[in-house]
Nanobody
Framework: QLQVEQSGGGSVQPGGSLRLSCTASESQLNFYAVGWFRQAPGKEREGVSC????????NYADSVKGRFTIARDKAKNTVYLQMDSLKPEDTGVYSC???????????????????????WGKGTRVTVSS
């Protein structure tokens, strides 16, 4: 069974940058769409960004457009979420999720229910504070 692992995160001041990484076992990540989600304290999980497997199409939540960049390194079997110009409201636990047939350019890419329950990373905390 595919195992999803993620790394990165930490604490940073407003305006700073962090990079999150998502990878999977058995070099299979290239065949999956990868979504990044976050959950702030007391709030529901929300979709942040997504990258498709076939056409590499990407999508972003309005709140992060122009500041976050999702990219896939096929040679490293890894998807990155580069987060720049971070704001305190970006604070939360970030998780990556993978799904084989998801089209990130279609409605629903940001719905966590559209990703298989077994294909989620364990989450990593991002704190943006002065």
């Amino acid at each position: 069974q595919l195992q999803v692992e993620q790394s990165g995160g930490g604490s940073v001041q407003p305006g700073g940058s962090l990079r999150l990484s998502c990878t999977a076992s058995e070099s299979q990540l290239n065949f999956y769409a990868v979504g990044w989600f976050r959950q702030a304290p007391g709030k529901e999980r929300e979709g942040v960004s997504c990258i498709s497997s076939n056409n590499g199409g990407t999508n972003y939540a309005d709140s992060v457009k122009g500041r976050f960049t999702i990219a896939r390194d096929k040679a490293k079997n890894t998807v990155y979420l580069q987060m720049d110009s971070l704001k305190p409201e970006d604070t939360g636990v970030y998780s990556c999720a993978v799904e084989p047939y998801l089209n990130c350019l279609r409605e629903g890419w940001d719905d966590p229910h559209n990703y298989g329950m077994d294909y989620w990373g364990k989450g990593t905390r991002v704190t943006v504070s002065s």
